[in-house]
């Protein structure tokens, strides 16, 4: 705040601007008034009305229309599930798109401002295009992963970042940065979900032998962070490895952690996840008072309002989870599906391509563990509407409906998953079964 708040002052000192010029220092100024007094939601509307204004006396001015377009995207309500900003916003961006489809900027914007699931395939155009302007550029080919993500077409999703992580390698030799970029890190965290999701395990093994050989990188940023923490978290999570994830270390060692507590929280989260899987209660516990402790560090934190809320989501599951290893059956599925609740109803953070193990999906585990399969069904249907293709969305979705005697749904549900991965080296446990199913039809 205090370097926004010095560069404000400093463009309002420089006599020779045009009109417009200072229109634009006087509406970003608008985020920086009163920082003291307003929270953050506060300024940023102050600021979006400040543009909306200057869209207005300059109407049919491309870059204006830009700028303000990114005003509504950074204002949109994360509660608001209509996006009544992003269509806006949208709206505007996309005739400019058409008429200048190599502008870096616009297709850049147009995948933030969709980068949500029920806008994502409109964005789907500008993500085919936008590694095309810029090839070599990392974030330019990483960005439109976050559409192909949105979308599950995880074999695009994998190109782009092994592009992208190429691009980073490249830039950080050339520009002599000690350790590894954060770029390429950012990258490869998109690049394991992805191959996760393939059932590609044997890659996502060697992209996470190699993050472990890493102990720095430049910057040590919140983007560094999570790709440190959510990486290790999602390879144990996602492949069921309760063991590891009991005990999974925070790496690297020397890293500032103290400064990231939603990333270090991945972290506790896996392990609670893992202790409450080995049976190991009193393990799983001590890890939640620790989840605990970190939120309430991000809650006291006014810019943390992406953040926290996620912590809380893992704190309520782990709570779930807890209780339900203890028999609590009632109060673990009302914790589980509170904590469900609470994630759909927020957005996701943009540095990551997804949680690292979705709520709902945890409730639809839950609710087949405890023979409940129908229930598990809407669960995982709802999990897989907002996130398509996951593996074992996928796989609960086909295993609860074999459960219910919906052979149709599981046929169905089993077949995509075996379109989904790569079905000639995935081992899983679950490809198996259904293949199995399959089969016996």
């Known amino acids: 705040m205090q370097k926004g708040t010095r560069a404000i002052q400093v463009a309002r000192s420089i006599k020779e601007k045009t009109k417009r010029e200072s229109e634009y220092i006087e509406a970003i100024g608008k985020f920086y008034e009163h920082a003291d007094q307003l929270n953050h939601r506060a300024r940023v509307l102050n600021f ?212 990231f507590p939603w990333q270090e929280a991945i972290i506790h989260f896996a392990r609670v996840m893992g202790s409450v899987n080995t049976n190991q209660i009193n393990e799983a516990k001590t890890e939640l008072d620790t989840l605990k402790i970190l939120y309430d560090k991000l809650a006291k934190q006014t810019d943390k309002i992406l953040e926290a809320p996620q912590v809380a989501v893992q704190v309520k599951a782990a709570e779930a989870w807890i209780q339900y290893k203890q028999g609590n059956n009632e109060k673990a599925l009302q914790l589980m599906s509170a904590a469900a609740d609470m994630e759909d109803a927020m957005a996701k953070h943009p540095v990551t391509p997804g949680e690292v193990i979705p709520a709902r999906e945890l409730l639809g585990q839950m609710l087949f563990q405890m023979n409940k399969p129908k229930l598990a069904i809407e669960a995982f249907e709802t999990d897989l509407k907002a996130r398509p293709n996951r593996f074992n969305a996928l796989y609960g979705a086909g295993i609860a409906n074999e459960e219910a005697g919906n052979k149709e749904k599981a046929r169905l549900y089993f077949t995509k998953l075996l379109e989904t991965a790569d079905s000639k080296s995935c081992k899983r446990i679950e490809l198996q079964k259904a293949k199995s199913f399959l089969s016996g039809l």
């Open 48 to 259: 979006e009305k400040a543009m909306e204004k200057i869209y207005q006396d300059y109407p049919g001015d491309t870059e204006t229309t830009i700028f303000y377009a990114l005003a509504l995207d950074a204002a949109a309500d994360p509660a608001d599930k209509t996006y009544t900003n992003q269509r806006k916003a949208f709206a505007l961006l996309n005739p400019i798109f058409e008429k200048q489809p190599l502008h870096p900027g616009i297709a850049h914007y147009i995948i933030h401002n969709c980068d949500y699931p029920g806008l994502a395939e409109i964005a789907l155009p500008a993500a085919r295009k936008y590694a095309s302007i810029a090839p070599a550029s990392a974030h330019a080919q990483h960005m439109p992963s976050h559409i192909f993500t949105r979308l599950g077409l995880w074999d695009e999703c994998i190109q782009s970042n092994l592009v992208s992580v190429s691009a980073a390698k490249c830039y950080a030799e050339r520009a002599n940065i000690k350790g590894h970029w954060e770029q390429e890190l950012h990258g490869l965290d998109y690049l394991v979900y992805a191959y996760l999701q393939k059932g590609q395990d044997a890659l996502a093994t060697q992209q996470l032998s190699y993050v472990e050989t890493i102990n720095e990188a430049y910057p040590v940023s919140s983007i560094t962070a999570y790709a440190f923490a959510a990486i290790p978290a999602r390879y144990v999570l996602e492949r069921k490895m309760w063991k590891e994830a009991a005990t999974l270390p925070l790496h690297p060692v020397n890293f500032a952690w103290e400064r």
